[in-house]
């Protein structure tokens, strides 16, 4: 109170020229703290980049940086054992109209073996696989796998180079439809396309340490495109590759000239659930569209119940995937069924309720037993499922990836069978600078594999945004 | 006058709610049929036929080509079992089995018991019948029906049967023991329709028990075993003379619950916590919440897509055997998980666990073991049973290494005649299998409590 006085007493006694410039400059410092608030809102922030080395016992001093041609193979030895597993399987019958609830229905699973056993030809689908160039170079101690494929004419175009990252129980092998229409000539724009295994995943070498997440991913990624003499670039994921994509940007933004995603998945907070509760009634008020509305509610049947029954594998491999593995390692009947399922439910969850769970309707059987045989021939699902445990090891959202916002030109695919719903309102809450967010026609969570035109059309527009084509 | 009207009306409601409250809630159900297609039109054929456990060389060597086929995955470093079985670990069980493990002999051992098959509703029900073979004079052997759980079998009592049957201190009652296998376990025929859940095993077993003589008769349970033998206290109280079991999660947390929730560490005394209760459940969000996350993923992936997690296992003995012993390990003790052999071994011979893991083996229940999980879990948490007390005399021996902890409170929630509850020296999960004598004599203690009450 005295000192208030004492103040008052100070300011009154100044004249009138010196009262001016306090005021002013008052309101200059005031000015200058705001703009300096606002600077710092908008200002890239990145994640640190950190370091690991993930190779067996100590790290040599040196690493050798080459990249090696590779190609796929197989032996007629791989190929009689595959089918001596197969006629030992031992089946259990289903329970009788139990379709697809139970799981992987015994009876279907059964028409799909004798396609894998009789009429199958690994030999025509590794052919297939070798199409487009492969390659393998050493980073962090493991040896990362990656398809690289130059557009055929690159005369008078801009080619833009692009990463797209796959995820789980898929591998590089579901972009094989994407890849011609990305590297084919879109009104001057076209792509060159690296496709990387995960590490743990296909042929790319299994980490032998703890830890390996998905921010290790991204560093190895990054050191990747690196390697390969590029310094600005596009990326693209679902499933993981989200996951992955979205660190790279978060790390190298200054690389990162444009984030295309097919799943986003929001954080929670404040904001998502007074939309949840205010969604259903007033959705314009919280930023739904009528598109947001109708595949978001009813909210707990659609979304919380129906993660919790297809999120089971999720769980048992966050916490125990050297035991969730282990089988399925041995028994490529079990290995099937196990992946499989995920294509029929994660492309349309109402194919729990059919007898053949809907799997051939958006895939070829050819397709879907390639990507089993990748898992397969390399022996890689337990590595492949470690990956959820390393990712879920703390709690994801106090991780410094999900603390911070994503600043680099995002395009958004919302396909209406994923999994998850994510609202343009909820994405931006992390995502600060959407280009484009797009509601698909159709399609699951398997966008790549299922709907590559309609991911294709959703990726060039993005990259013509950005372009300022 | 009004206020004479008002008081009568709350007299008479607080009078009403206490009558509801204490009027014997009985749980209902129906007979199912559970065989494939359609009941036949005569009736069932209710014959008890004797049974054999055999093998053959072609099982044998069938077993021993596929664990040449395995193909392991080395663990991380230093992963211990965090990740799930330790690949060093399982080499080792792999190895015994292939070469030092006899199931000729054990199968000897496994029909050292009578062994029989009854069908009931459709399916054929397996089930162990020990008669003790002396019995003291002018007493009569007390029949008892042992229920195991997942991923156990009726062989996790075969140390404890002896101690029941023959016991060797003249002062201990005599059992006449029954252990069936729960249907889709073991030696008991899978149910080929959709919906067979616990009260549905609890049914078939009062049946089961009713065709051999049995008006009453005591029950011990744990794991399933626990719930099994819980619905059938409250389908037929009359019927069963006492309830034993080791293992009694709460299935409806209501306000004393939650209270003690809340407030047990600061007022332990207040809702009767021990040093026991208080060390094993808090700081709750660590010890009930995360812990039960970390440990609950075959529960989740078995309750939604059995089917499916299933198919592997039926092919790989050792992905079999990886995914039963590590519960085997963990169950026993939690901190086994950070030991590079798992601690399989201390509390258990191999010989022990690997006969476990062939009855599940050579039945090729693995799937339906786990469908059973769907079938409870698939109508949510708040089936009707868990809504209905238990009011038959109850014993709970409280192990200190239980999954869930389940203190004296809790347990009176559900059980409203708890007339013992003792706090176990030592042993965990599979506690009949690893501390025989222990479960023994608490049961002896049990059965002795009621038989008193009863005079």
């Not at chain 2, 009578?114 to 052997?141: C, M, Q």
Request: some cysteine; charged content about 20%.
């Amino acid at each position: 109170m005295q000192r208030l006085q004492v103040f008052k007493g100070t300011f009154y006694s100044l004249d009138a020229v010196q009262r001016q410039l306090l005021i002013g400059s008052a309101v200059a410092a005031g000015g200058i703290l705001l703009a300096y608030i606002v600077h710092k809102r908008r200002q890239v922030k990145s994640i640190p980049l950190g370091e690991g080395w993930w190779g067996a016992g100590e790290k040599p001093l040196s690493e050798d940086d080459t990249i090696y041609p590779f190609k796929v193979q197989t032996s007629d030895k791989e190929i009689k054992d595959i089918h001596e597993r197969i006629d030992r399987t031992r089946y259990t019958d289903p329970l009788e109209d139990s379709c697809f609830q139970y799981g992987f229905n015994s009876t279907y699973l059964k028409k799909v073996v004798s396609y894998w056993r009789n009429e199958f030809d690994w030999k025509k689908q590794v052919a297939v696989l070798n199409k487009f160039q492969h390659f393998k170079t050493k980073i962090e101690g493991l040896d990362v796998h990656f398809i690289h494929v130059r557009p055929p004419h690159r005369e008078n175009q801009k080619v833009l180079p692009l990463m797209l990252v796959h995820g789980w129980p898929g591998s590089f092998y579901e972009f094989y439809k994407i890849l011609p229409l990305l590297t084919e000539n879109h009104d001057g724009v076209v792509f060159e396309v690296i496709c990387p295994s995960i590490p743990g995943y296909g042929f790319s070498e299994a980490p032998h340490k703890q830890g390996f997440d998905s921010l290790a991913a991204a560093r190895i990624f990054l050191t990747l495109m690196e390697r390969l003499g590029f310094s600005k670039f596009y990326l693209q994921g679902g499933d993981w590759g989200s996951l992955i994509t979205t660190n790279m940007a978060q790390m190298k933004p200054q690389c990162v000239k444009g984030l295309h995603l097919n799943m986003f998945i929001s954080t929670k907070g404040f904001k998502v659930m007074f939309s949840l509760m205010i969604g259903p009634y007033l959705p314009f008020l919280v930023g739904f569209s009528r598109e947001d509305v109708r595949r978001l509610f009813p909210f707990f049947e659609k979304n919380v119940w129906d993660i919790l029954r297809e999120t089971g594998y999720m769980h048992i491999q966050a916490t125990k995937p050297d035991t969730a593995g282990c089988g399925v390692n041995d028994s490529p009947v079990g290995l099937a069924a196990y992946l499989l399922e995920k294509f029929s439910s994660w492309t349309d969850l109402r194919n729990r309720d059919l007898v053949d769970g809907g799997l051939e309707r958006k895939f070829s059987l050819d397709d879907l037993l390639t990507n089993v045989m990748i898992y397969w021939t390399t022996g890689s699902i337990v590595s492949s499922m470690r990956f959820y445990k390393e990712n879920f090891k703390s709690n994801p959202d106090n991780r410094v990836d999900a603390k911070t916002g994503i600043f680099v030109p995002t395009g958004l695919a919302a396909f209406p069978g994923e999994l998850m719903h994510c609202p343009k309102t909820w994405a931006q809450i992390r995502y600060r600078n959407i280009y484009s967010y797009t509601f698909m026609p159709r399609g699951g969570h398997f966008a790549a594999f299922e709907e590559p035109q309609l991911l294709a059309n959703d990726i060039v527009q993005f990259v013509k945004k950005v372009e300022e084509f | 006058m009004l206020t004479e009207v008002l008081v009568a009306l709350l007299v008479g409601g607080l009078l009403y709610f206490l009558v509801q409250r204490s009027r014997t809630q009985v749980l209902r159900t129906e007979d199912g049929w559970w065989g494939a297609g359609a009941p036949p039109d005569g009736g069932e054929d209710i014959t008890i036929r004797p049974f054999t456990v055999s093998t053959s060389a072609e099982e044998l060597e069938d077993l021993y080509r596929r664990i040449d086929q395995t193909r392991p995955v080395p663990s991380l470093e230093d992963s211990h079992f965090t990740y799930g079985f330790n690949s060093q670990c399982l080499h080792t069980v792999l190895s015994y089995w292939r070469n030092g493990f006899d199931w000729r002999r054990q199968v000897d051992r496994l029909n050292q018991y009578p062994h029989f098959k009854t069908t009931i509703e459709g399916i054929d029900i397996h089930y162990l019948h020990v008669k003790p073979k002396t019995v003291p004079e002018g007493s009569t052997a007390l029949p008892l029906i042992m229920v195991h759980g997942w991923p156990g079998s009726f062989y996790e009592f075969y140390g404890l049967i002896p101690l029941l049957t023959e016991p060797s201190d003249p002062s201990h009652l005599v059992f006449e023991v029954v252990c069936p296998s729960i249907p889709g376990y073991g030696f008991s025929e899978a149910p080929h329709k959709k919906g067979f859940d616990s009260v549905c095993a609890a049914h078939i077993f009062h049946k089961l028990m009713k065709r051999l003589g049995f008006q009453q008769f005591y029950a011990h349970g744990g794991d399933w075993g626990w719930l099994v033998t819980t619905n059938m206290a409250q389908l037929e109280p009359r019927s069963v003379r006492g309830l034993h079991v080791n293992f009694a999660p709460p299935s409806n947390p209501g306000l004393p619950i939650t209270l003690s929730i809340m407030l047990g560490r600061r007022f332990p005394k207040l809702f009767g916590f021990t040093d026991l209760d208080i060390e094993r459940l808090f700081p709750c969000m660590e010890k009930l919440v995360v812990e039960s996350i970390k440990e609950s993923g075959y529960m989740h992936i078995q309750a939604t897509k059995p089917d499916t997690v299933g198919r592997g296992l039926n092919d790989s003995p050792a992905g079999l055997a990886a995914y039963i012993l590590e519960k085997f390990s963990t169950w026993t003790s939690r901190d086994f998980r950070d030991l590079e052999d798992g601690g399989l071994t201390r509390k258990f011979s191999l010989d022990d666990l690997l006969t476990n893991v062939m009855i599940y083996w050579t039945s090729g229940c693995i799937v339906s073991s786990m469908r059973f999980y769907k079938e409870n879990f698939g109508k949510g948490l708040y089936a009707p049973h868990s809504k209905i007390p238990v009011d038959v005399p109850t014993g709970f021996a409280c192990f200190p290494n239980e999954l869930m902890h389940t203190p004296k409170l809790w347990l009176k929630q559900k059980y409203r005649n708890l007339v013992a509850f003792t706090p176990m020296a030592r042993g965990g999960h599979f506690a009949a299998m690893e501390e025989p004598q222990l479960m023994a004599e608490d049961i002896q203690n049990f059965t002795k409590i009621v038989e008193k009450k009863a005079l």
